[in-house]
Structures are given as C-alpha cells and as structure tokens.
C-alpha cells in the first residue's frame, strides 16, 4: 500500500472551530444547564456538519472557559488552548490548586496551546494604567478568539458591561470589530456598510455569583439562542440562513477534499516544496495544508467544467452542421434526428455539470486557493495589517456576493497560530520575495508571463481561424460571381455547405474563447505580470529595509486579492445555458 493511503483523513477535515467566552463566577446550581447546553450544541454540530472537525478553542480561565473544555474531553473534541500570557504567568490567574490543576491536564490533552505574546502599549487617555495592563492581554484575547473562529460560544448574563475584554466587550467586538479603548472606531463605521458572516454568536444566558440581583438557587431554566447582526432578527432558536449557507459550502470543500485524499497528496503543488527543514514559522503548514487542497480541488473541477464546453461547443458545431446538411444538401430526417441527438448530448453535460456545481466549485476553490497564497507568504513574511487586530480574511471579498463568505469562513482558521506571533525573522522576508515574487522565470511574475503568452497564443489562433473562415467566405462569394451558373448543382451545394460550416465553426470557437474567458484573462495575466515585477523592482530598491519589503508585499498581496475577486465575478456568469446551446446550433 503506498504512503498517501495511510493519510489520516482527518488532516483533510476542515475545522469548525467553537471559541469560548464566559463569566468566571457561574452560579453552581445553574452549572449543570449549562453543560448540558453546551453538549447538546456540540452535538447538534457534529451531526449536521459531520465532514468537518469539530473544535473548541478555550483559553481554559476559571468558570466558563473551563466548563467547555470539560464537555468537549467528555465528547473527545479537539481542542486549541489560547493564552493571554505566558504559560507561567497565566498560571498565576487560578484561585485555586483544584482549577489549577484542571488547567494544567486540558493544556496537556490539548492538539494546541500557544500564548498571545502582545507588548502592553501605553493606557489611553482616560483609563486607569494599573487596570490597562492588567485587562490588556484579555481585550488581545477577546479580539483574537473573535477573529478566528467560526462560532463564538458566549456564556453570559447578556448585560452590557464596560469592563475592558470582559465577555459583554468581546461579544460587542465580534459584532462590531469595536472594543472601546482599544480598538479605532473607525472600524465601526467601515463594517456597518458590509455584510459579515463572522458575526455568529451562541448565547447561553446565565447568572453571576458576583450580580446583586441574582436568584440564590439560580435560573430553573438556562436559556439559549443564536445571536447575530440582522436588523430585523438578531435573535433565534434556528442557525440564520446566511450561515446556514456558509457552513453548508465550508463542510461540502471538506467533504471534496476528504473524497480525493490520495490524488491529492500524490498530485499537490505545496507552497513549502522542499523547504520543510527552513525556519518557517510555527502555524504555515495548516495554511500550506488547506491550500494544496483548495487548489487540487480548483484544477480538478476546471477540468470538469472545460470538458463540459468542449463537449458542448463540438455539440452546437455539429447542430449547425446538420442544420445546414438539411437545409443546403438534402432533406433528409435523419439530419433532424442528429441535431436533436446532439443537443440531447450538449444538454445532458451541462445539466450533469449544473447539478454536481462544477462551475461555481471551480471558482470558489480557486479563489480559495489564492487567497490562501497570499496568507501564506504573508505569513511567512510577517506581513501584518495596519490595524493588528484585522487579519487577512477580514477584508477578502467582504464587500462582494455574501455567498463568499464561506472562503473568509475558511481562511479565519488557516493561519490562526501565524496571526497570534507574527514571525519577525528575516529569513521569512527573503523567501517569500524568493518563492511568492521570484523572478522572469519563477514564482509568480515567471507564471503570469508564461500564462499570458499562452493565452495569447490560443487567441491568435482563433483570430487566424477567422481570418481563415472569412478567406474560405470571400473565394466562396467570388466562384459564385465568377461561374456560379456554369457550376453543377451539387457543386454550388457543397459550397454553401463550406461556406456555412467554416462561419459556424470560427462561431463557436469564439464562443468557447468567451466562455474561458480568454481575452479577459490574457488582460488579468498581463496586469498581475506588471504589478509583481513593479514589486520585484522595488523590493530590489528597499532590499536594506525590512519594514519597507514588508509593506510593499502587503500591498502586493491586497492587490492580488483584489483581482482574484474581479475574476471570480467576472467568471461567474460564463458557463453556457440550454438556450445558449440552441441558438449557437441554429
């Protein structure tokens, strides 16, 4: 048996990854509601998207955060441990050796644990120095859980609250990406005009030790719902449609992914390639993982897609031909019966394709894959965002279809262990100026170069066709002027029958050139050779300054991700339908 056929699937499984927030002083009376919520969320997750990996992400602090993680050993869940601080610090946050002693055994059964190792800035004006640098590293906590999961499971008695990083602000964050204090309200007013699938909150109301009005014997009844942005219906007992759709799309790539393991891995293109034993930093692999995925899955379906045009601009040519068989040659029914054939043919594959959503998953797994491109050689780089607490999937197709959600959904947790500590190490600059930039024959600027010549070549040879076609029309016009009426019947048939089949032909090859969108990519290819060689070119300049070659590979990356969003709406209306293929035929 080979090697790629013992691959654990799980390392195929995407992660649906549940953060925790919670209070510290739950009533014990209320505790057991509360786990049992709790399981029968998880489990409600585990059967509904059961191609995905279910994840708790806990940073293991008393009360709330230490009741998941027990529920989700119990359900033998994965679990990734977030800390505040460093481990020995964090240690000195448990009030007791029995909590303490929780946190040491989830931390030791845990796939991850990693500290978010931010240096305190100065306080705002206006806060208290001694509370800023105690409640800082929570508010970083807070912030980062939003930022990197799929669902932010908030045990909480839903009051307001001004407490900085407490779970009311970290609730107020994942809405709004505002923590006041600590976060620009600029934010703000930039996500209100934009839809966001990152807004999923699972509420657990619930009481407080510490609240005055709180019932001694806790609430008889621990009530739950979903919690989001809508306007109209912010709360709910069912998931709201739009995750309803993200989740769907995020478990149906798992599950693509998980079908075809072994092509896959004998098949893939990684980013790392043979550079596994360099000081990469810790977290590249899962964005390296996910990407040979996304972009194995991507080829795989635009090959399904370009053999389903091909069959179906053969058929339309082959339509047009008995048509004109029928109506210049002779009138037979068997031309009648061919043209119906092979329009049955041309419908049947792109029904078959409209069904299994060829065309959408090439789309999607392709953007998918660029995008996580970027994030890798960002993250390699320790290219960061101007605002420390955006990542790179925050503002990715954000202001496009809300379908695409689910490619945000995706990337939120590829690169969750890079965005905790970026890598500061220059060696991480020079390889993704080597491997992601490269040169006239590597990396990116050598693929759009090659890419763009090739499809250049494959449009002049449809303008030679035409050219051809329009010789074949002239010559054809020409022997009719010149002894058309000395020319025996048959022969003038056969000529108009030349005549219409090379018409027809030089027709459908432009159509199938439309469709692929060959001139369009041939402008997208010529761009992106521009932009990466503007950006080798100023790199070369800045090769002295690490910040400079940082923040020109960022801006390099915002512009890839911004073409990779025009191509895919620009793709998204190409394929063919039934009506297209009747008039191509006739």
Known sequence: MSPEANLPIESFTLPLVVAVTG????????????????????????????????????????????????????????????????????????????????????????????????????????????NWQVSYPYAAMGTFLSAHCHILLAIWDGRPSDALGGTAQVVRFHHDDVMEGFTSNLVETQQMMLDDESDLVYHISC???SHKDRREGGNPEIDWCWYTKDPDHPRSRE??????????????????????????????????????????????????????????????????????????HWMAFLMGLMFLLYSDFESLQSFLYAFLVFFAVAFGAQTWAKRNDWHRKYLDYRTLAEGLRVQFYWAVAGVTS??????????????????????????????????????????????????????????????????????LQRHQLTERLGRLSLGINVVTVLCFLLVGQRLPEVFQTVLWVIM???????????????????????????????????????????SDDLDKQRLILFALGQSALDEHSDWTLMNRERSLDEKEIWMMGN
């Not at 529920?71 to 050796?97: H, I, N, Q």
């Not at 995750?243 to 798992?254: T, V």
């Not at 490269?438 to 010549?453: C, I, P, V």
């Open 239 to 312: 998931l709201p449609r739009q995750h309803k759709l993200i989740f769907r799309r995020a478990s149906e790539f798992s599950r693509d992914a998980q079908a075809f393991v072994e092509q896959i891995e004998a098949e893939k293109w990684p980013l790392i390639e043979n550079h596994a034993d360099e000081r990469l930093p810790a977290g590249v692999e899962q964005i390296d993982r996910i990407y040979n995925m996304a972009d194995w899955l991507a080829m795989h379906f635009q090959r399904k897609v370009l053999r389903t045009l091909s069959i179906t």
């Open 207 to 209: 009481s407080r030790l």
């Open 23 to 130: 209070h510290r002083d739950l009533v014990p009376a209320e505790i057991p509601l509360i786990r049992e919520q709790v399981r029968s969320l998880f489990q409600q997750l585990q059967k509904e998207y059961s191609f995905r990996r279910l994840t708790v992400m806990s940073p293991l602090a008393e009360g709330a955060d230490l009741l998941v993680a027990e529920v989700a050993d119990e359900l033998s869940l994965e679990l990734w441990v977030p800390l505040p601080k460093s481990m020995e610090e964090y240690r000195g946050d448990f009030g007791s050796a029995e909590t303490l002693a929780k946190f040491e055994y989830f931390c030791s059964k845990a796939t991850k644990v990693f500290d978010l190792t931010h240096e305190i800035p100065p306080a705002p004006e206006g806060f208290d120095p001694h």
């Open 386 to 455: 101007e605002n420390k607490w955006k990542f790179t999937h925050d503002s990715f197709l954000q202001s496009e279809d809300p379908e695409f959600g689910w490619i945000r959904n995706v990337m939120r947790v590829a690169g969750f262990q890079c965005d905790a500590n970026p890598n500061k190490e220059p060696s991480g600059v020079q390889f993704t100026i080597d491997e992601w930039v490269g040169s006239e024959k590597t990396g990116q600027l050598g693929y759009y170069k090659r890419k763009a010549k090739e499809k």
């Open 500 to 542: 219409g089949s090379t018409l027809l032909l030089y027709a459908v090859r432009e159509g199938y050139t439309y469709a692929v969108g060959t001139k369009e990519l041939i402008k997208q290819y010529e761009f992106m050779y521009r932009i990466f060689d503007n950006a080798h070119q100023r790199l070369l300049l800045a």
